[in-house]
């Protein structure tokens, strides 16, 4: 009676969201204090003095038309153009107002690229692991996923990207930092990249897109990623302000279309396309405002670097095979057995809540989120140890 396709979406939950609400559920029970919460990607360092500091400016002084009005579909003119200018200031590339759409954060910039750039049966390649809703997200745009493998560290196999590539590929989707494995993809590599994309693209009608997903471009605990419209034309970056200035709920974006790409115009007003049959009618305008006059400001990335050096270091110590996050803040860590999920059930039975990584696109590991206040991670470690244990490892 309904759309079999929605509803079994909606009835199957993410695995990410499931155990979250089985976290908050477990809270109520025993006590939040007694539940070692990893399961979801919500920033708990608080968003930068000028989120709140432009929040109340804005409420003061703007006539409340203008504050909670409309804006024109694609965003407010003067944040499209802000947008544009720190693109071109911070990164050196070129970048036009008009090739800027804002957006509710990175999840509506995937799906309005996708809608926008695929044909029915078109590919992206995705390495693996990858953010779940990859997934769903590809699919609902009429393409379809084609996973790669990455290497040892989960950084790009360039050799298993070239193997992927068919005649119906029409992007190359990669995130750095990447969820779930901290990964960032050194200049070197997407440079790698850029080269392999430029070569295989000799002969064909349309190029291959690469899609920069980047909602945690600036968490990074290593050199910062080479901005992706550097090192190839026919890019697209997608941004999110949930992650950097800690706004997930505020649900705030854009899609930048870099005009180099092939067909830029075109892609934009097919993205303009997919905004109007989402029903996306522009993004939160507080928020715009709000984005566009805290470019380049980020949550302490100091607070979750703490925290990674915490975690890693302790679970390393105990034995645990980890692979060190360099970026975002999510810790990629081996399941002491082959079935994921089955390890995560035990690590429930101590309060630990672990993702297995099975629908990242790989089974074996589990993703801890150390977006979390330090005493929750100082509270789960004898709670870990004591899973070790139990498989005598
Ligand atoms: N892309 C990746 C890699 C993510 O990890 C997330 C959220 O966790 C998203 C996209 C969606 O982010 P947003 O909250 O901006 O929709």
């Known amino acids: 009676m309904f759309n079999q396709d929605m509803q079994k979406l909606g009835a199957a ?13 477990r809270k109520k029970e025993i006590g939040a204090e007694n539940v070692y919460d990893f399961s979801i990607g919500n920033p708990n360092v608080p968003a930068p003095a000028c989120v709140t500091d432009e929040m109340l400016r804005l409420i003061r002084e703007m006539p409340a038309e203008k504050l909670h009005g409309y804006s024109s579909a694609p965003g407010l003119p003067e944040v499209r153009a802000a947008v544009a200018n720190y693109i071109q200031s911070a990164f050196g590339v070129p970048m036009s107002a008009d090739l800027v759409y804002m957006t509710c954060g990175a999840s509506a910039s995937l799906t309005g690229i996708l809608s926008a750039m695929l044909l029915p049966g078109e590919e992206v390649i995705v390495p693996a692991p990858f953010f779940p809703e990859y997934s769903v997200f590809v699919g609902q745009a009429g393409g379809k996923l084609v996973k790669v493998a990455t290497d040892p560290r989960f950084h790009l196999d360039l050799e298993a990207i070239e193997g992927a590539i068919t005649p119906r590929t029409k992007a190359v ?28 693209n000799i002969g064909r009608k349309t190029p291959i897109f690469l899609i920069a997903d980047e909602p945690y471009r600036e968490l990074c605990y290593v050199d910062p990623p080479v901005f992706p419209m550097a090192v190839y034309p026919h890019t697209v970056v997608l941004y999110s302000f949930s992650k950097s200035i800690s706004l997930a709920g505020e649900r705030i974006g854009y899609i930048a279309v870099s005009p180099q790409c092939a067909g830029a115009k075109d892609l934009f007003d097919a993205v303009c396309g997919a905004g109007r049959a989402h029903g996306f009618v522009c993004a939160p305008t507080l928020f ?8 380049g400001q980020v949550s302490d990335v100091g607070a979750y670097k703490a925290n990674r050096d915490l975690l890693y270091g302790a679970l390393s110590d105990m034995g645990y095979t980890c692979s060190v996050p360099e970026g975002a803040f999510y810790l990629f860590m081996k399941a002491l057995e082959p079935d994921a999920k089955a390890f995560c ?17 790989v089974g074996g590991y589990v993703r801890i989120s150390f977006c979390v206040a330090r005493s929750v991670i100082e509270r789960s470690l004898p709670a870990f140890a004591a899973l070790f244990q139990e498989y005598g490892a």
């Open 345 to 361: 059930e035990r690590a429930k039975a101590h309060e630990l809540l672990l993702v297995p990584s099975d629908s990242f696109g």
């Open 13 to 25: 939950r993410s695995a990410i969201r499931e155990l979250f609400e089985y976290g908050n559920a």
């Open 288 to 295: 715009q405002r709000v984005a566009a006059n805290c470019l």
């Open 173 to 200: 989707l990669v995130n750095s930092p990447n969820n779930p494995t901290g990964a960032v993809y050194s200049e070197e590599e997407m440079r790698g990249l850029g080269r392999l994309l430029e070569r295989k």
